[in-house]
């Protein structure tokens, strides 16, 4: 429904262990809209939805990355069936300073997106770090999400990311920051 919608590319992959994965991409593929990853049933209503910073250039195929490691093993241990990531910025690039740096970082489809998964979803986590303030975004975004949960709070109220906390952090309901 995403990809007819805004005119987005869907691509399919296979994860390092052979699991199904699926990606949501702008036609010029300098945003990434959803990333998902199963292990079981391919259902939102089964998959955790988790909301990080912005997306790496590189995909998750054949290569092992620490965060995404960390809330695949969260999602498991819960017994959901996959998980999809989300962004608070779409743009994609391997270092987050490079969002002050451009001009539309946030992605045109990207608040329908956070919006249409984050519904759909069993749970959403918050986990986009200190950086989330970021032109305001995290408070932007706050009335996009459905009941989200975190793993902790940094000392301005952003949602801990989570390779920053311990792995048996427990889950709490976020409240965007006032200011």
Not at 68 to 78: G, N, Q
Not at 127 to 155: F, H, I
Request: aromatic share 8%; proline share 8%.
């Amino acid at each position: 429904m995403l990809a007819a919608r805004h005119g987005l590319k869907e691509r399919k992959g296979v994860s390092p262990e052979g699991l199904p994965e699926r990606y949501l991409y702008s036609p010029d593929m300098a945003y990434r809209y959803g990333f998902g990853r199963w292990w079981g049933d391919e259902d939102l209503a089964t998959t955790d939805v988790w909301v990080l910073l912005n997306p790496a250039t590189g995909d998750t195929e054949q290569r092992r990355r620490p965060t995404l490691e960390r809330c695949i093993t969260r999602s498991r241990e819960a017994g959901h069936s996959g998980l999809v990531i989300v962004n608070l910025f779409a743009h994609r690039h391997t270092d987050p300073k490079t969002l002050q740096q451009v001009a539309h970082p946030v992605g045109p489809a990207n608040d329908d997106a956070l919006r249409r998964l984050t519904a759909a979803a069993t749970r959403t986590i918050v986990a986009w770090g200190a950086a989330g303030g970021l032109y305001g975004r995290s408070r932007a975004v706050a009335p996009l999400l459905d009941r989200p949960l975190c793993l902790g709070t940094t000392r301005r109220g952003e949602p801990r990311h989570p390779l920053y906390v311990a792995a048996d952090a427990p889950l709490k309901p976020w409240v965007a920051p006032a200011s």
